[in-house]
């Protein structure tokens, strides 16, 4: 199986898009940092509330949302944790992040990830479907080896992809936060549980980063299950790439149905549970890693069996 995925990797490496794809990641991160850092040089400069303010007039916000009827015990649970480390800043004037820092845009990296995503499908919906469009599974499945190993290879292949765009990315944020914006002031405060503490913002950027990943996994193996089961890698980067952007979106349209609960991209992005803000209310961590179980079963089984019935002429 080693030598699968060694030889898929390869392959993966060796087309000239994919380096395309991680120099423009790369180059997205560099211009939007240098951008804000343009703006915030340029912006009006005259406009300079204190942490203190914003930190009551967030407290005040968040007061008057508790107040709102039908909120879930994870809502509520989520504005007691964000009251009390608000009540904890002003009683101990522990500043929060600047915005405009190194810190902070690590910490807001999750918040890119989408754009691993959109790499990470065109590269998990051609990945199959590209070999058979050019002729070259012919050669592949025509080996001493199992089909299921082949298929594995090219899944583990991916997700290897998208955990290494994901590690480009916070380095990238990193560096280009460095540069444009230097190392800012402030304190990042979380909730233990039981208390209020400091945190380390690249740890917590890296929890972030991590339920974040649910949604990558998720959507790519929905583009992989796409370019198993279609000849065509450009229908199949289409597919996912058009139900990527109107996913979530579909999720308004439905928070009214009950069928909300059980729809993919309800529960597709974890980090939900962790900043509190809900695409639908009355959920919990335990039904979406549930619900998402249940989709990457479905997907799965569903590529191999087409894999493992596909005609190897054709």
Wanted: aromatic share 12%; glycine share 4%; hydrophobic share 55%.
């Amino acid at each position: 199986m080693l030598k699968l995925i060694q030889n898929e990797w390869m392959k993966l490496w060796n087309k000239k898009i994919t380096w395309i794809m991680v120099i423009l990641l790369v180059f997205i991160v560099f211009a939007g940092l240098g951008i804000t850092k343009w703006m915030n040089s340029t912006g009006n400069q005259d406009i300079d509330e204190s942490w203190q303010e914003n930190t009551q007039a967030e407290l005040a916000s968040i007061n008057l949302m508790m107040e709102e009827p039908g909120l879930s015990e994870t809502q509520i649970d989520n504005y007691e944790e964000q009251i009390a480390i608000a009540e904890h800043r002003l009683e101990n004037d522990i500043a929060p992040l600047e915005y405009a820092s190194m810190q902070q845009q690590v910490l807001d990296t999750h918040m890119m990830m989408s754009l691993v995503t959109l790499l990470t499908v065109i590269v998990a919906a051609s990945i199959v479907a590209a070999e058979f469009s050019q002729g070259t599974i012919k050669m592949l499945l025509t080996r001493p080896v199992k089909r299921w190993k082949i298929l594995t290879s090219k899944y583990i292949t991916v997700l290897l992809f998208a955990v290494l765009l994901t590690v480009i990315l916070l380095i990238s944020t990193a560096l280009a936060g460095l540069i444009f914006l230097g190392i800012g002031e402030g304190t990042l405060l979380t909730w233990t549980g039981t208390e209020v503490a400091e945190a380390s913002f690249w740890l917590e950027a890296l929890k972030l980063a991590a339920l974040k990943f649910s949604s990558i996994w998720m959507i790519s193996t929905f583009a992989f299950m796409l370019g198993t089961v279609f000849r065509s890698s450009s229908l199949a980067i289409g597919l996912s790439i058009f139900l990527m952007f109107t996913g979530v979106q579909a999720v308004f349209f439905l928070q009214n149905y009950e069928i909300v609960k059980y729809y993919l991209f309800t529960h597709t992005d974890l980090t939900q549970f962790y900043t509190g803000n809900f695409l639908v209310p009355d959920i919990t961590i335990s039904m979406s890693l549930l619900v998402l179980a249940i989709y990457f079963l479905v997907f799965m089984a569903i590529s191999y069996w087409t894999f493992g019935k596909r005609d190897v002429t054709a």
